[in-house]
């Protein structure tokens, strides 16, 4: 009985093992100089992370949008602020240099004035009164509901008004 249980519990991990593997194999393009900057779009003034692995140096950063950063070693990311007289709609490059090595990734300036999110309510108060019941009204469905309605309860009155079958009276 034990055989079994052991038995099953090795078969339980080889299986959960090999299903993980191809996941793991897929996911496994940790190694090498990998670069990225968060948000893709920041309007102009806003923040960005700038995030740098697979370097074993000190990374330097620069674009034509902020000051040049460094990530030291043993960091992955760094932030920036983005100028403010960085060109809305335009793209910047940004370069992370790790030693010899080097990539290049597109920054895009947020267009128009900053929008906040979360609409605010304080000022305007929602939006209601669209739509409703009378909302593309349909003679021909109000109809036949009214039939529907009139029906049962024509069944319900006939049926509730007949006469009992055992008294017979």
Same mark, same amino acid.
């Given at each position: /009985?034990?055989?079994?249980?052991?038995?099953?519990?090795?078969?339980? $991990?080889?299986?959960?093992l090999? /299903? %993980?593997?191809?996941?793991?194999?897929? &996911?496994g393009?940790?190694d $090498?100089?990998?670069?990225g900057?968060?948000?893709?779009?920041?309007?102009?003034? $806003?923040?960005?992370?700038?995030?740098?692995?697979?370097?074993?140096?000190?990374?330097?950063?620069?674009?034509?949008?902020? @000051?040049?950063?460094?990530?030291?070693?043993?960091?992955?990311?760094?932030?920036?602020?983005? @100028?403010?007289?960085?060109?809305?709609?335009?793209v910047?490059?940004?370069?992370?240099?790790c030693?010899?090595?080097?990539?290049?990734? @597109?920054? %895009?300036?947020? $267009?128009?004035r900053?929008?906040s999110?979360?609409?605010d309510?304080?000022?305007?108060?929602v939006?209601?009164g669209?739509?409703?019941?009378?909302?593309?009204?349909?003679?021909?469905?109000?109809?036949?509901?009214?039939?529907?309605?009139?029906? &049962?309860l024509?069944t319900?009155?006939?049926?509730?008004?007949?006469?009992?079958?055992? @008294?017979g009276?």
């Amino acid at each position: /009985m034990r055989a079994i249980r052991v038995a099953s519990a090795a078969l339980l $991990g080889v299986s959960a093992l090999a /299903m %993980t593997a191809p996941a793991a194999q897929a &996911s496994g393009e940790s190694d $090498g100089f990998r670069v990225g900057v968060l948000p893709s779009t920041v309007a102009p003034g $806003g923040r960005v992370t700038l995030r740098a692995t697979g370097c074993e140096k000190s990374v330097s950063v620069s674009s034509g949008v902020f @000051d040049t950063v460094i990530i030291p070693r043993g960091y992955t990311t760094a932030r920036a602020k983005v @100028d403010w007289e960085a060109k809305p709609g335009a793209v910047y490059e940004v370069s992370f240099h790790c030693g010899t090595f080097w990539q290049d990734v @597109d920054l %895009t300036i947020a $267009g128009g004035r900053h929008v906040s999110p979360v609409p605010d309510y304080r000022q305007h108060g929602v939006q209601a009164g669209e739509g409703g019941s009378l909302a593309d009204l349909n003679l021909k469905q109000i109809g036949l509901g009214a039939a529907l309605i009139t029906a &049962s309860l024509g069944t319900a009155y006939h049926l509730s008004r007949r006469p009992g079958g055992e @008294d017979g009276g």
